[in-house]
């Protein structure tokens, strides 16, 4: 059964700091992964999407890493904003049609 | 606009009751699915469809019945709300075509909340 992990659950940081989320899952084989994120009380944004055969994917400030082999990912966010301030969620698509999601990380960013 | 759309936004009903989320998709994806996110915001799969054909279920207590009339909608109907039926319930989309994974499209979801 694939289980995924995101470390840290929360995480405060001044405004202009570069940070790193951290997710990792159990079970190698899978199609792909995607992060997300969550405002409060709103629906989920995707961020990016990463290819099985991928390593990586960039979208403005955001970079995401696959690993698969080690069942790790990495959400790299550059110069971070007040506006980052959400809940990242990874989740990762297995052999079905369905997505399995971490719990998340709360990010804070001050300004 | 190009979306996955839900309705209502918010329903608060008692126990007992039976209610129903609508949601549709204009995005031409041929997989749709139900998630739902508890009150730690865990979010996890209830149903999915593949044009129209019942793919998962995942555990769901049989009060809950799924209904996809056409590719591009899929409804949720709960017989008999319990108190631990309150949750935010998300509808999303998503489609492989030739070889190409497009990701998933989720809607705004719906704030169940049973009293």
Redesign the interface.
């Given at each position: 059964k694939q289980e995924v992990t995101q470390i840290p659950a929360a995480l405060s940081v001044p405004e202009g700091e570069n940070l790193v989320l951290n997710c990792s899952f159990t079970d190698s084989a899978i199609y792909n992964l995607q992060w997300f994120r969550q405002d409060p009380g709103k629906g989920l944004t995707s961020l990016l999407l990463i290819q099985s055969s991928q390593r990586e994917q960039t979208s403005g400030r955001l970079n995401a890493s696959l690993d698969k082999s080690s069942g790790r990912s990495t959400l790299y966010i550059a110069a971070s904003q007040p506006g980052d301030s959400a809940t990242y969620l990874c989740a990762v698509e297995t052999g079905r049609r369905a997505l399995t999601f971490g719990s998340g990380t709360r990010l804070q960013v001050q300004p | 606009d190009t979306a996955v759309s839900q309705t209502p936004k918010y329903l608060v009903t008692q126990m007992g009751n039976d209610k129903s989320i609508k949601c549709e998709q204009n995005l031409g994806h041929d997989?749709m699915?139900w998630?739902k996110q508890d009150s730690?915001?865990?979010?996890?799969?209830m149903f999915?469809y593949?044009n129209k054909e019942l793919?998962?279920n995942?555990t769901v207590p049989n009060r809950f019945s799924p209904k996809s009339p056409d590719k591009a909608h899929l409804n949720l109907h709960i017989n008999s709300l319990e108190l631990g039926d309150s949750a935010v319930y998300?509808c999303?989309s998503?489609q492989v075509r030739r070889g190409h994974?497009y990701?998933?499209?989720?809607?705004?979801?719906t704030?169940l909340t049973v009293v």
């Open positions: - | 997989t699915y998630y730690k915001k865990f979010l996890k799969i999915s593949n793919i998962i995942e998300f999303a998503s994974d990701g998933y499209t989720f809607g705004s979801g704030r």
